[in-house]
Structure formats: C-alpha cells, structure tokens
C-alpha cells in the first residue's frame, strides 16, 4: 500500500491501496461483523453493467467512497481498542528512506527502542522518541515516522518507515553570550559548524570567544554520536586559552590543550583534559604568593559532572528545580610538572511559584573545595588558576555550576589578598593587592521575580526582581586549615541587596540593576551603585 501525504510527524497506518499490500493495517483489530456489513454495502452500490453473461461472477473492485468508509471502520475500531486498554504488537521492519549520505548504522542505532514494543501503545511512544532523538543529531531538516500493516502472513505486526531529509546547508555559523564557569565571566562567542562532513553524523566546528575579563578562546571539536559500537558519543576538543589576570592577581595564564569526552548521558559526564599551562608576570610586580606559582606545569585531570535540571527556564526559573555536582581529581601523569589537585564543587538551586503576575522565588546554595594531594599536602599550596574566584559581570541567577558571582562585586572582588612587589618608582600603586582565591568558598542568593503591570513590558518579556545574596572564600592550604573557624568564615561572610530591571534576549539575559553593599573588607572590590551584567544560559 502506498502511504498517504504525512502531515505530522507520526502518521497512523495508510488509508490508500497499494498493488504491494491488499491490507492498510492488521485485519485481526477490526470486527468481523463490521466487515461483512460493509461487504453487504459495496455489493448493493455495484453497477450491473460489470456483469458479463455466461461468466463467473468476478470480485469488483471497491470504489474510492467505499474504500474510504472501510478504512475509517477500521481506524475506528482500532482507536476503541487502544483505549479499553494494549493493544498486542510488535514491529516487523524497520525501512529507512531518504538518507543519501548519512549511514544506515547511525539511524539503526537510534531506533532499537522500537524493535522491543510489544503494543501499539508502546510503539507509538517509541516512535516519538525515536523522532526527537534523530533530530537531536542536527544533521535532517525533517524527520517523519509512519506506520504500516506487515505481511499478510505474520498477523499483528506493523513496518515503521522512517523518512529523513538531510541537510540542505550543512555549514552554520551563530554568534551568542555565554556564562562559563572556567572563565567566571560572561563571553561572546562566535562559532561555524559543518554538519554530517563523513556521512556518519559528525559534527566539526570552530569557535572564536572573547570574555568581558579580557579572556580570548580559539578552538575546533569534533562530535560523533557513534562511534566503533559505543553507546556514548565521543567529543574531543583542541584549544588555546588566554587570560589576563594582571588587574587583578599579577599574571597572565596561556593554556594549550585538548579535552577528550569519554562518557555522556543526560545526567551524566565524563571528560579529560590535557593541558600546557603557562603562568607570567609582565608588570614584574606579582606578590610572593603569586611568584612562586609562575611558569610551566602540566594539566592532566578527569572530571565528572552529574547534573539535572527541572526547572522550567533557565534564564528566569518560575518553578523547579537544579542540581549540579563536579569532581575533579588531577595529576593523571607521572610528570613531576604535573599538577596534583583535588576539585569538588555543588549547586543547588529551586524555584517556587507565588501565583501572581509570574512572581516567583529563587533559592542557590553553592560551595566549592579545592587541595592538593601527595606528600606533604597540607603545607603545599593549591594551584592558582584551580582555586575559587568570586565576583565578576554575570548573574547569580544564571551562573549554574559553583560559587562564582556576588551581585555588586566586581571580577575577582573578594577574599584573601597580599601586597604587591614594591618598587622604586613614583608611579606605583603602593596600596595595590593581588586577589590569591581561597580554597574554600560558599555563596548563597535569594531572587523575587515578577511581572511589571505593563503590557508591552510583559509581552517582551522584561520584568523586575529583588535580590539578595551572600558569599565568601578562605584559605586552608600551607597549614592555614589550622587557623580555620566556621564562625569567623559566617561572621566575614560578604552580602549584598539590590532591586533591578531584566531584559531577556534571544542571546543573553542582560540585568539593570541598583545594588546596596550590605558588607564588605577594606581591600573588597564592590559599590553601592546602578550595575548593567550581561549573562547567558548556563
């Protein structure tokens, strides 16, 4: 039978005559009695003209009307049966048509689900998913699943036809703002994508980033979602990082390296990074803290990320919840360069709907913990670029993944400082500090969002919130544990509230905000004041 025109995307079976097939779907789903009513119908609407004298009556062929009348009987009967209750039935073939490039295996391997249904309940779902999961690989512009009666001779089975369009552009390119949590800033990044190069689902693209910290990133990755048998994609990534610290601890960081995706589900994520670090001092004014962290060392980590997020935006949450975990454990080579550290980071974030105006309130709680391992650990200090920063141009409400911003702190605004090298000459600052991260950092926000009673505010989508948040960061490696109280951490804790106008954007969420410094240190940097922040989804 042939199929008819799909409309969407999952098409119940054919309602046409095909030379192949003499049936539209399995006749066991329909009553008899109804077919040898409508059997009855079709022999009163024959015309006597077909008839020939002295031969055998013949099977007269259905007109379209009566052909249309008992498939609807059918399609009918088979709706009445899915919803008494199963429906038994299970998938005979699987066709693929319309890849001309992209290999069967990668299509197969996306649609195992639908082999192991065993109702038409079960397939139906099956095949949504199926749908949204080819999708997912970017390389078709439109994916259609239909369904269709299987042989004659296996009663209850079903073909489901696969029909892909592949892409007429494989070449993109977009340009957008992003919160990272390597750079603790926001960055604008533009990126070109070539899409299914192979034919096996690949994804190559290359990416341009340049951060409001004055960090810049070149790099090009690779993605395939399958890969000799695995049941994880592989990503692997070259890059080149530079960022300059100068303003605020005295050295710049360069990093040359390739970061390789070993394991990826929803939850989930397994990646290792390898990395030539380089840490300078130009201004050859660095603190002796930071002096002695300069030069080159090698980055050899695993990192894992257990993440879910159920919240309903992630630009401005109303209701839900967020959970993100990352361990990070370095020092995987036997280089004496190479550095020896132990990550673990949290946050947690929920958001409860008040029921006006779409006003809701936002809860976070994050901390992070860095140390060293190895010998004599507790008298060795962390490693600079892996300690904790907090402050910078971004929203709380948005930086998902650790303690990172604080509203009305600037980049690297808070914490642990030392004096700078002083020198001879009239133009030095000589109260100038370097900002050394600390090993330990908590933060905590409130946020009240809600509608403005204003039309066109709310058809754009701007709104207003209240904001209140709280954070610090102490040191405990080289012995500083010792003198560690939880007291005096709460008690130096650094807090900020403030009132302000969001904008969101197709690229960014960006935040106009007034923010009042409830507290802050002699060396903090933070104003009481009107700040604009630009942030990205995290």
């Known amino acids: ?56 009556n013949r099977t007269k062929p259905q007109t379209r009307e009566a052909q249309f009348r008992s498939e609807k009987l059918k399609m009918d009967s088979l709706l009445q049966r899915m919803q008494k209750g199963p429906v038994s039935l299970r998938v005979h073939d699987v066709i693929i048509k319309g890849n001309t490039k992209t290999k069967d295996h990668i299509i197969e391997a996306e649609t195992e689900e639908l082999k192991s249904v065993g109702s038409m309940q079960e397939l139906l779902k099956a095949s949504q998913l199926v749908n949204l999961r080819l999708r997912a690989l970017e ?28 892409t007429a552009s494989p070449l993109s390119g977009q340009i957008g703002a992003y919160t990272k949590a390597e750079a603790r800033s926001s960055t604008v990044e533009g990126s070109l994508k070539y899409k299914n190069l192979f034919g096996y689902g ?46 605020f601890s005295s050295y710049k960081e360069r990093s040359l390296g390739l970061s390789l995706g070993l394991f990826s589900t929803t939850h989930h994520d397994v990646a290792y990074n390898l990395a030539w670090r380089t840490l300078t001092d130009p201004s050859q004014m660095s603190s002796r803290s ?4 300069l030069g080159h060392n090698l980055l050899s980590s695993l990192k894992y990320t257990f993440k879910f997020d159920r919240r309903n935006s992630s630009m401005r949450p109303t209701q839900g919840y967020a959970f993100v975990s990352t361990t990070q454990i370095g020092g995987l080579a036997p280089d004496t360069r190479c550095l020896r550290f132990l990550r673990q980071e949290f946050d947690l974030r929920y958001a409860v709907p008040l029921g006006f105006y779409r006003a809701a309130l936002n809860f976070g709680i994050s901390g992070g913990i860095v140390f060293p391992w190895g010998n004599g650990f507790l008298s060795r200090p962390s490693s600079l670029p ?31 400082t030392e004096p700078k090298r002083q020198v001879n000459d009239e133009n030095a600052d000589p109260s100038g500090v370097d900002f050394l991260g600390g090993d330990l950092a908590a933060t905590a926000l409130a946020d009240l969002s809600f509608d403005l009673p204003f039309r066109w505010f709310r058809e754009k989508g701007i709104h207003a919130h209240v904001f209140a948040c709280a954070g610090n960061v102490a040191k405990l490696t080289e012995n500083e544990y010792r003198n560690f109280s939880l007291q005096k951490f709460v008690e130096s804790l650094r807090s900020s509230v403030g009132v302000g106008l969001v904008v969101p954007t197709s690229l960014f969420r960006m935040e106009l905000n007034y923010c009042y410094i409830l507290k802050k240190f002699d060396h903090d940097r933070a104003k009481t004041g009107v700040w604009l922040t630009f942030s990205g989804a995290s």
């Open 202 to 247: 690949d994804l190559w693209d290359g990416s341009l980033a340049y951060g409001c910290d004055h960090s810049a990133e070149l790099s090009a990755g690779m993605y395939l979602p399958r890969f000799k048998g695995l049941a994880n994609p592989v990503t692997t990534r070259a890059y080149l990082l530079s960022q300059d610290w100068l303003k």
């Open 139 to 166: 390389v078709f512009d439109s994916v259609k699943i239909m369904l269709d009666s299987g042989p004659p001779e296996l009663p209850g089975t079903a073909n489901v036809i696969i029909e892909v369009v592949e």
């Open 290 to 293: 930071i002096r002695r962290q």
């Open 1 to 56: 039978m042939s199929n008819p025109e799909p409309k969407p995307d999952l098409t119940p079976p054919n309602s046409k005559p095909d030379p192949e097939h003499k049936k539209s779907f399995n006749t066991n789903d329909i009553d008899e009695e109804e077919d040898e009513d409508d059997e009855n119908d079709l022999e009163d609407d024959e015309d006597d003209k077909d008839d020939v004298f002295g031969e055998p």
């Open 386 to 416: 892996e300690r904790f920063f907090l402050g910078g141009n971004i929203s709380p409400v948005c930086a998902l993944g650790g303690p990172t911003a604080l509203w009305g702190f600037k980049t690297r605004g808070l914490g642990p």
